[in-house]
């Protein structure tokens, strides 16, 4: 995923879950380190972890991208936009968005399946169960095996 993907996944999920459009910029930078993504309040951009997309996949940078977006809407409205805010316990919890900037460790230690890919060995690390007849390693599009339940 380059971050041409990554702005139009981010627009739609503003247009999904928030029924508004996302007029700033998203895009990975990939020096970030302890969380999955930040909102920069004076250019209004996101940016996102590109770890937890390699590791996590899609469902991830879903959960990373409804978080900053919260941050983005209630700070462009003016409304308490930081974690202890009021506003933004409303709001996570109405797109069903974790109410922190997830850190790697704690989606690891959600995730209760893995899969390794049977080209690369490139392992995923899912909260769900996934078609492995659908879903493909996303570095070399070979096929995925279900390795171990973690819990
Ligand atoms: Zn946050
Ligand atoms: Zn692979």
């Given at each position: 995923?380059?971050?041409?993907?990554?702005?139009?996944?981010?627009?739609?999920?503003?247009?999904?879950?928030f029924?508004r459009?996302?007029?700033?910029?998203?895009?990975?930078?990939?020096?970030?380190?302890?969380?999955g993504?930040?909102?920069?309040?004076?250019?209004?951009?996101i940016e996102?972890?590109?770890?937890?997309?390699?590791?996590?996949?899609?469902?991830?940078?879903?959960?990373?991208?409804k978080?900053?977006?919260?941050?983005?809407f209630?700070?462009l409205?003016?409304?308490?936009?930081?974690?202890?805010?009021?506003?933004?316990?409303?709001?996570?919890k109405?797109?069903?968005?974790?109410?922190?900037?997830?850190?790697?460790?704690?989606?690891?230690?959600?995730?209760?399946?893995?899969?390794?890919?049977?080209?690369?060995?490139?392992?995923?690390?899912?909260?769900?169960?996934?078609?492995?007849l659908r879903?493909?390693?996303?570095k070399?599009?070979?096929?995925?095996?279900?390795?171990?339940?973690?819990?």
């Open positions: 995923m380059n971050n041409a993907a990554l702005q139009a996944l981010t627009e739609s999920i503003a247009c999904d879950y029924n459009s996302f007029e700033h910029r998203a895009y990975f930078n990939r020096y970030l380190r302890t969380t993504g930040r909102y920069l309040l004076e250019s209004h951009d996102v972890n590109p770890k937890q997309y390699e590791k996590f996949g899609e469902e991830a940078l879903v959960d990373i991208i978080h900053e977006l919260c941050h983005y209630l700070h409205d003016k409304k308490g936009y930081q974690h202890r805010d009021k506003d933004f316990k409303i709001l996570s109405h797109v069903d968005a974790p109410r922190f900037c997830a850190p790697l460790e704690s989606y690891e230690s959600r995730a209760n399946y893995v899969y390794q890919c049977t080209k690369c060995a490139t392992e995923y690390l899912r909260i769900r169960r996934v078609n492995t879903l493909r390693c996303g070399c599009g070979g096929k995925l095996m279900d390795v171990i339940d973690n819990k």
